[in-house]
Nanobody
């Protein structure tokens, strides 16, 4: 089991930036592709981005493509989500996740979830 701890959320104005971090425990970090999902109040959990085990391949939801960047540092057991040009509709709890699959957009394929970090975009 991998323990995931997210950080970096907060309140930001529209057009601003935030960087989320997710630190993973254990020695199995490189066995997993990593991802970020988000959930806004009253809405279903939504795929945001995923990165493969090496960090060489990424995939994004259309709603964040060109604004968000996912990356990972395997030496630090950490995955990041750089969020630029934030919009009010990006407001949600953001979750860091792991999957044994190469990459996936399906929540059911992710087997470890962090506790989430709140991102609020508002003026």
């Amino acid at each position: 089991q991998v323990q995931l701890v997210e950080s970096g959320g907060g309140l930001v104005q529209p057009g601003g930036s935030l960087r989320l971090s997710c630190a993973a425990s254990g020695r199995t970090f490189m066995r997993y592709a990593m991802g970020w999902f988000r959930q806004a109040p009253g809405k279903e959990r939504e795929f945001v981005a995923t990165v493969n085990r090496s960090g060489g391949n990424t995939y994004y939801a259309d709603s964040v493509k060109g604004r968000f960047t996912i990356s990972r540092d395997n030496d630090k057991n950490t995955v990041y989500l750089q969020m630029n040009s934030l919009k009010p509709e990006d407001t949600a709890v953001y979750y860091c996740v792991t999957t044994p699959f190469p990459m996936s957009t399906t929540p059911a394929n992710y087997n470890n979830w962090g506790q989430g970090t709140q991102v609020t975009v508002s003026s």
